[in-house]
T-cell receptor
């Protein structure tokens, strides 16, 4: 079993829709959590950190559930430019313990 | 405003050949990393350098060596390339990781094919 698991998708949704991704992690010692975005054939870039209280950045909302060991990302009013792969990242507190999920591919159609 | 620069961007090797991937960052970061990304596998850590003068193995170090030449530069060497090393390689850097921070800044990637 992978330490960080994501539904690979693809999620294919119309523009303006709301879409949610989940990510589960297996190690309860995990300390911090992130969502990265990766465009096709490009490098990953930080989208947002995920805090226990939940956090929002414009159309994006991230949630953390430590008891159930999952992280979620909600995208409201999706845009064509949101089409990308979204990577869930878990940090167990050291450089060697940053674990990337394999990503969820999102495609927004007009 | 270069950030993290990797060279080369593309390379084709024959089995058994050697090569070095170069990485440099201009953000004065202490920590640097080499990852590989394969379809369906996510990014996997090959080696990292928490600070100048130190290097450590990551999840998949076999077949690779690294050198932290100075604070700016971190190179990855394949001594005898194998087809299993066909992948996209990303270099990244960060400030020392702290709780609830830890943004990694990635280079644009190096696409390596081993025939």
């Amino acid at each position: 079993r992978k330490e960080v698991e994501q539904d690979p998708g693809p999620f294919n949704v119309p523009e303006g829709a709301t879409v949610a991704f989940n990510c589960t992690y297996s190690n309860s010692a995990s300390q911090s959590f992130f969502w990265y975005r990766q465009d096709c054939r490009k490098e990953p870039k930080l989208l947002m950190s995920v805090y226990s209280s939940g956090n929002e950045d414009g159309r994006f909302t991230a949630q953390l559930n430590r008891a159930s060991q999952y992280i979620s990302l909600l995208i409201r009013d999706s845009k064509l430019s949101d089409s990308a792969t979204y990577l869930c990242v878990v940090n167990r507190g050291s450089a060697s313990k940053i674990i990337f999920g394999s990503g969820t591919r999102l495609s927004i159609r007009p | 405003n270069a950030g993290v620069t990797q060279t080369p961007k593309f390379q084709v090797l024959k089995t058994g050949q050697s090569m070095t991937l170069q990485c440099a960052q201009d953000m004065n970061h202490n920590s640097m990393y080499w990852y590989r990304q394969d379809p369906g596998m996510g990014l996997r850590l090959i080696y990292y350098s928490a600070s100048e003068g130190t290097t450590d193995k990551g999840e998949v170090p076999n077949g690779y060596n690294v050198s932290r030449l100075n604070k700016r530069e971190f190179s990855l060497r394949l001594e005898s390339a194998a087809p299993s090393q066909t992948s996209v390689y990303f270099c990244a850097s960060s400030d020392p990781l702290q709780r609830n921070t830890g943004e990694l800044f990635f280079g644009e990637g190096s696409r390596l094919t081993v025939l």
